[in-house]
T-cell receptor, first 115, second 111 residues
Framework: NAGVTQTPKFQVLKTGQSMTLQCAQD?????MSWYRQDPGMGLRLIHY???????DQGEVPNGYNVSRSTTEDFPLRLLSAAPSQTSVYFC??????????????FGPGTRLTVL | KQEVTQIPAALSVPEGENLVLNCSFT??????LQWFRQDPGKGLTSLLL?????REQTSGRLNASLDKSSGRSTLYIAASQPGDSATYLC??????????FGKGTLLTVNP
């Protein structure tokens, strides 16, 4: 198993540009989520999904969209990038849709800079 | 709203020392607590998961305890090694299907 994979590893955007961060897992996990990690702020939940076709907002959803058309993939879209979205983004997954029950598996992260 | 605090923010110890990392949370109505390790520039790796009905979990040189009533957890690392140097994060799982993370403790083990 490759586990949780994320692409790209690094990205630089200009203000107003859009892009999609990719996340995939090959463990047949029901639950997938996106976090952002900022210095002094810890990890904050952006969006999560408890299965294909089901998504919901986390703590900091503004400026981000998600969809879950398959069990394996959970892309995160930035609609119009802003400097405040400069961060490290992590995708995570767990087998159980009640994500707090199960061990979380994290991807390696995408480091995004918005100029 | 659940808040998770980790003390200290940074810790430096000589190799071989036993050490304790602390995690406290404000709402005791949790379902579980997890400890993670994060190496610089990497993702998080789950170390231990303690269900709310459990008091502790052990894996190798690591032992995590949970006291729900007092809102505290500790991660004990025995005989620390330079390879243990990393940031350690705790996260609590609550009834809103979400994990709440602390900001982490940066551990440095000096040879």
């Amino acid at each position: 198993n490759a586990g949780v994979t994320q692409t790209p590893k690094f990205q630089v955007l200009k203000t107003g540009q859009s892009m999609t961060l990719q996340c995939a897992q090959d463990m047949n996990h029901e639950y997938m989520s996106w976090y952002r990690q900022d210095p002094g702020m810890g990890l904050r939940l952006i969006h999560y999904s408890v299965g294909a076709g089901i998504t919901d907002q986390g703590e900091v959803p503004n400026g981000y969209n998600v969809s879950r058309s398959t069990t394996e993939d959970f892309p995160l879209r930035l609609l119009s990038a802003a400097p405040s979205q400069t961060s490290v983004y992590f995708c995570a997954s767990s087998y159980n849709r009640q994500q707090w029950v199960d061990t979380q598996y994290f991807g390696p992260g995408t480091r995004l800079t918005v100029l | 709203k659940q808040e998770v605090t980790q003390i200290p923010a940074a810790l430096s110890v000589p190799e071989g020392e036993n050490l304790v990392l602390n995690c406290s949370f404000t709402d005791s109505a949790i379902y579980n607590l997890q400890w993670f390790r994060q190496d610089p520039g990497k993702g998080l790796t789950s170390l231990l998961l303690i269900q709310s009905s459990q008091r502790e979990q052990t894996s190798g040189r690591l032992n995590a305890s949970l006291d729900k009533s007092s809102g505290r957890s500790t991660l004990y690392i025995a005989a620390s090694q330079p390879g243990d140097s990393a940031t350690y994060l705790c996260a609590v799982g609550g009834s809103n299907y979400k994990l709440t993370f602390g900001k982490g403790t940066l551990l440095t083990v000096n040879p």
